[in-house]
């Protein structure tokens, strides 16, 4: 059922017979009633009446239809990973590039399996760094290699340090780097009985090792 609308002639004076385009307007709800409320001067009330219920559902219609990207972390709109995160055990730093709290999110189940290992922790700094760290469980007290040098991972005079390991990460600017952020990594996914100490040193064996330590 729809009413003839005429053009407004430039005067500003409505025509006999005149209806306002509005007043044309039908919800399509009327299809979902019995016949008898599709009929007579009632009906074109409450076909315009219905149309505030229709702009209401048709946006939860809409969600509905778009639920399932909300549950994929490549999808899922960036205020809602917090949330997400949530459903399995997962804290994101809202500092952290949106791109890298999805890749964590993405891998949350395969980095549960490994938390706590060496493992673990050193896809979790991957993808958050971009950049594959080295963990160097202690050993000696003093045994120098290829993954141990004096004033990174060894240091004189200390002897054994039971349940401590080290994290190296090798960056172009070890300046620019928030240490702050990793040990939050570090801190959430290394044993509760371990101790740690963090290296941020420059990519380039050229140049001078720049280092800071951060021993729990």
């Known amino acids: 059922m729809t009413a003839a609308t005429l053009a407004v002639p430039t005067n500003g004076r409505a025509p006999?017979?005149?209806?306002?385009?509005w007043m044309?307007?039908?919800?399509r709800l009327l299809n979902y009633l019995p016949?008898?409320?599709?009929?007579?001067?009632?009906?074109?009330f409450l076909g315009r009446?219905?149309?505030?219920?229709?702009?209401?559902?048709?946006?939860?219609?809409?969600?509905?239809?778009?639920?399932?990207?909300?549950f994929a972390a490549d999808s899922s709109p960036e205020e809602f990973l917090p949330w997400l995160a949530s459903w399995v055990g997962l804290v994101l730093d809202e500092g952290w590039p949106v791109e890298r709290r999805r890749a964590v999110l993405a891998?949350?189940?395969?980095?549960?399996?490994?938390?706590g290992t060496v493992r673990g922790l050193s896809e979790h700094?991957?993808?958050?760094?971009?950049?594959?760290?080295?963990?160097?469980?202690?050993?000696?007290?003093?045994?120098l290699g290829k993954d141990s040098r004096l004033g990174h991972q060894t240091v004189l005079g200390r002897g054994d340090r039971t349940n401590h390991f080290s994290v190296i990460l090798r960056v172009p600017d070890p300046a620019a780097f928030?240490?702050?952020?990793?040990?939050?990594?570090?801190?959430?996914?290394?044993?509760?009985?371990?101790?740690?100490a963090l290296f941020v040193l420059p990519l380039e064996d050229g140049h001078e090792a720049q280092t800071r330590e951060a021993t729990t």
């Open 35 to 44: 016949g008898i409320f599709s009929e007579g001067e009632e009906a074109s």
């Open 49 to 70: 009446y219905l149309l505030i219920f229709e702009t209401i559902l048709d946006s939860v219609d809409l969600t509905i239809g778009q639920l399932p990207s909300y």
């Open 125 to 143: 700094l991957l993808l958050y760094t971009g950049a594959k760290p080295e963990i160097v469980e202690r050993g000696s007290g003093l045994k």
């Open 16 to 21: 006999a017979g005149y209806t306002p385009e």
């Open 107 to 115: 891998n949350a189940m395969e980095l549960h399996r490994w938390r």
């Open 178 to 196: 928030d240490r702050n952020r990793i040990r939050i990594v570090i801190e959430a996914q290394r044993p509760a009985h371990t101790t740690y």
């Open 24 to 27: 044309a307007l039908r919800s």
